[in-house]
């Protein structure tokens, strides 16, 4: 069974673009969440996605945007790129909601973004 | 609003030893914690998790234990190994989303 695969792995871009990133999960899971990592920060939660519909956001400015497809895929935008953004963006599935039993979240590789 | 504080941001232990990784929460209705292990380049692991009606799991090297009353809970490692070197987050659970920790970088030297 495939894992999680997040794209690119790697990725510089300038502060002002935007970025595109992208998370294939496991096959059969339904909900896909984005977290994004910084030193001293932790995980921190931007959104969940369930069935294509955004279930839960977490405390990010709306430059940071996403979506799910019919297959389960998703994709996290961020605009205006600011050097604060500079992170390790992971993706995590898991076949239901989370909370509760079976919430164990599969996570992806993560793509690591950097703002210059 | 850290609702889940991991307050040790590093521990070191010898190898053999019991290492013991601490985790506090604020919010009384999450049911459900989980441990992940993480190592550099690579995505968090699912390690242990517990539910609230339970105080204790256990899974082979691994116990987490759940004080509800204090809201905390904790992962023991015994014996320590050094490829259990890695950052350690927990994570909290109450409706739809999980809440981790800031992680503890888990040192185990022989």
């Known amino acids: 069974k495939a894992g999680v695969t997040q794209t690119p792995r790697y990725l510089i871009k300038t502060r002002g673009q935007q970025v595109t990133l992208s998370c294939s999960p496991i096959s059969g899971h339904r909900s896909v969440s984005w977290y994004q990592q910084t030193p001293g920060q932790g995980l921190q939660f931007l959104f969940e996605y369930f069935s294509e519909t955004q279930r839960n956001k977490g405390n990010f400015p709306g430059r940071f945007s996403g979506r799910q497809f019919s297959n389960s895929r998703s994709e996290m935008n961020v605009s205006t790129l600011e050097l604060g953004d500079s992170a390790l963006y992971l993706c995590a599935s898991s076949w239901a909601a989370t909370g509760g039993i079976s919430a164990e979240a599969f996570f992806g590789q993560g793509t690591r973004l950097t703002v210059v | 609003d850290q609702q889940v504080k991991q307050n040790s941001p590093s521990l070191s232990v010898q190898e053999g030893r019991i290492s013991i990784l601490n985790c506090d929460y604020t919010n009384s209705m999450f049911d459900y914690f989980l441990w992940y292990k993480k190592y550099p380049a690579e995505g968090p692991t699912f390690l242990i998790s517990?539910?609230?009606?339970?105080d204790k799991n256990e899974d082979g090297r691994f116990t987490v234990f759940l004080n509800k009353s204090a809201k905390h809970l904790s992962l023991h490692i015994v014996p320590s190994q050094p490829g259990d070197s890695a950052v350690y987050f927990c994570a909290a659970s109450g409706t739809d989303k999980l809440i981790f920790g800031t992680g503890t970088r888990l040192q185990v030297f022989p």
């Open positions: 517990i539910s609230s009606i339970k």
